[in-house]
Nanobody
Framework: QVQLVESGGGLVQVGGSLRLSCAASGRTFSMYAMAWFRQAPGKEREFVATISWSGGRTDYADSVKGRFTISRDNAKNTWYLQMNSLKPEDTAVYHC???????????????WGQGTQVTVSS
């Protein structure tokens, strides 16, 4: 059974940092693109970042460029989202996802985690 499990969320003050992790099990994802999406209360799910299977290509939402960094460790079947200079508008449930190619579109991802809450207080 394929599972993606996020961790690392929590409560942080404005300007702080968090590192989210997504651990995959049930299959090897070394040839899959990985991504992070987020959903705030009352809002639609939005793209945050994606990384190709090799790590050679990354893409970010404009709202997080220069503050967030996506990375992966294929040997551990795990990928990460380093979030710096956090803002209140970053508050959301963050979900990791896996799919065949890097994309900003949620429908392109087949596997999803349950999410981890990130709350940024001002």
């Amino acid at each position: 059974q394929v599972q993606l499990v996020e961790s690392g969320g929590g409560l942080v003050q404005v300007g702080g940092s968090l590192r989210l992790s997504c651990a995959a099990s049930g299959r090897t994802f070394s040839m899959y693109a990985m991504a992070w999406f987020r959903q705030a209360p009352g809002k639609e799910r939005e793209f945050v970042a994606t990384i190709s299977w090799s790590g050679g290509r990354t893409d970010y939402a404009d709202s997080v460029k220069g503050r967030f960094t996506i990375s992966r460790d294929n040997a551990k079947n795990t990928w990460y989202l380093q979030m710096n200079s956090l803002k209140p508008e970053d508050t959301a449930v963050y979900h990791c996802a896996a799919g065949p190619l890097p994309s900003t579109t949620a429908d392109m991802y087949r596997y999803w985690g349950q999410g981890t809450q990130v709350t940024v207080s001002s």
